[in-house]
């Protein structure tokens, strides 16, 4: 990578010249970019609507995707874009002057959806839920407007392993956040780079770039949330087991579809024993552990 503030782009100038930034920052390059190439997210001159919050993990993912771009493993178009939901307190100029100062094309996009959700939303429920339905069908319309194929979030490791987890705790089913899926419509794909990223990586590299840090929680909706609680649990785990948020989510690569209780996923009905198999050998017949 080239260090040099003529040489690269603008969203990298003034990096730490540490050795614990560069391998920080070389190990999510490398695995948004394996990401990328596992799930077949590039299509070669694609535009793609990167979606900015002004969290750490959104700002990991612009440069992670510019840096990619920069060294010719990007071959699409990217147009950044912050959606303002009138939040109270919410710092309009912060992130269209960081843009613009970094030279990255952008739009920004005024929707007063807060007040949509604080008129529907219940006393003393959180707003998550109907503000992120809202978010996403703007994003998806402004993608529309803008000829994008594809509507880019920042999304991380954790987060995937926390919503399957409040799908396993509270939704009663085996499901997560993917990596790339279609939307309803069927016009528009929606991607997660940083699907392989620990939330702790974009945590060290934007406060090490000095990002504008916006928070996500201006609404005050944030207290006792499902996602917190599971948070709590995985933090606890990990702290006993060092690496076991990274042993789950290798977990959610490797499912055996005949090891689970989905008859939609597997054909359990049809199982048939065959006499002339040795009983070693009983193909996809699911054994007892």
């Known amino acids: 990578m080239l260090d040099e503030n003529d040489d690269i782009h603008p969203l990298f100038a003034g990096a730490p010249s540490t050795t614990e930034f560069k391998k920080l920052r070389k190990r999510i390059v490398r695995q948004a970019r394996e990401a990328i190439e596992q799930y077949g997210m590039v299509e070669r001159g694609a535009r793609w609507l990167v979606c900015l919050s002004g969290g750490k ?12 771009k920069w060294r010719g493993l990007l071959p699409v178009d990217l147009l950044a874009c912050n959606l303002d939901q009138g939040q109270p307190g919410f710092p309009a100029t912060v992130l269209p002057e960081f843009l613009e100062r970094m030279g990255v094309p952008h739009r920004i996009e005024y929707q007063d959806t807060y007040s949509v959700v604080v008129d529907k939303v219940p006393q003393g429920r959180t707003y998550c839920a109907l503000c992120s339905r809202l978010r996403r069908g703007n994003l998806y319309r402004i993608a529309r407007e803008e000829g994008c194929s594809a509507v880019v979030l920042g999304h991380h490791r954790d987060d995937i392993l926390e919503t399957f987890f409040m799908n396993l705790f509270h939704g009663g089913r085996l499901a997560t956040m993917p990596p790339k899926l279609v939307n309803e419509e069927g016009d528009l794909f929606v991607y997660r780079p940083l699907a392989h990223v620990a939330e702790a990586d974009c945590e060290k590299f934007a406060n090490s770039m000095n990002y504008p840090i916006i928070p996500c929680d201006l609404c005050g909706s944030q207290d006792g949330l499902q996602r ?29 579809p005949s090891h689970l209780l989905d008859p939609k996923l597997f054909d359990f009905q049809s199982l048939q024993l065959d006499p002339g198999q040795k009983s070693e050998n009983f193909g996809d017949i699911p054994r007892l552990r």
Do not use: H
């Open 57 to 68: 993990d959104s700002y990991t993912l612009l440069a992670v995707l510019y840096e990619l």
């Open 228 to 256: 917190q609680q599971v948070k709590a649990i995985l933090d606890g785990w990990e702290k006993n087991r060092p690496g076991r948020r990274q042993v789950m989510f290798r977990a959610l690569m490797n499912a055996r």
